[in-house]
């Protein structure tokens, strides 16, 4: 899985909302800086979607540059305001390039809903893999009745991934984000149960150091 630790939140009086109204104005530079924020984030669901069929014709890395491309192109077609709205956009052009590249490779031959409803389940999953990191370090903003802070924690989880070697962040996305048992995983890593539970317990350590660092 590849990653990149090159998105950082905004800072200072740049926020996602001053970005996008900036980016809505025609200036380019500023919609690249903009959507570069989210390479990390569409890295982790591209990478938690692709199947081995797939995988061998194409990289997580190659369908995030065609999602970047296709947001850039028609960036003039999105309506929102805020960056939930943005994630939501961007997990649609996504989904569309994830069904053009199984029709153009695997030749599908029609439209698999069950895509559409993963993306949107591996989000959530990201959300509520955040919250619960945040609420081992005792920050109470990870309550579902506090306001959430300006990032949001999906897209925060995923910068934090991006820093891990690709071992730690593969088996996170394996056992947290797509649910499979250490059974499952030890046979795509070619190790035994036991060993891949030990690397997981290592990368939730390296992760929850990597939120600490931030804090």
């Not at 530079?29 to 014709?57: H, P, S």
């Not at 903003?141 to 991006?162: G, I, N």
């Not at 250490?182 to 035994?192: C, D, H, N, P, V």
Request: glycine share 4%; with cysteine; net charge positive.
């Amino acid at each position: 899985m590849t990653g990149s630790a090159s998105s950082h939140a905004p800072s200072g009086d740049t926020s996602v909302r001053t970005l996008l109204s900036q980016a809505r104005d025609g200036n380019a530079m500023t919609l690249g800086r903009l959507l570069q924020l989210y390479r990390n984030y569409l890295t982790i669901l591209a990478t938690a979607q692709l199947d081995t069929r797939l995988r061998r014709r194409l990289s997580p890395s190659d369908l995030v540059q065609e999602c970047m491309l296709g947001a850039f192109r028609d960036f003039s077609q999105f309506c929102g305001s805020t960056e939930r709205e943005l994630l939501a956009w961007l997990r649609r052009i996504l989904i569309h390039c994830l069904h053009h590249a199984y029709e153009r490779h695997i030749r599908a031959g029609r439209r698999d809903l069950r895509r559409e409803i993963s993306l949107d389940e591996i989000n959530r999953s990201l959300d509520r893999s955040a919250a619960r990191l945040r609420r081992d370090f005792g920050d109470q903003e990870a309550s579902p009745s506090a306001p959430t802070h300006e990032r949001e924690r999906a897209v925060e989880m995923a910068d934090k991934l991006a820093v891990l070697r690709p071992d730690y962040r593969d088996v996170i996305v394996l056992r947290n984000l797509q649910g499979l048992s250490f059974e499952e995983i030890a046979q795509r890593f070619s190790r035994r149960p036991g060993a891949v539970r030990m690397l997981w317990l290592r990368a939730i350590e390296k992760l929850r150091q990597a939120y600490e660092v931030a804090e």
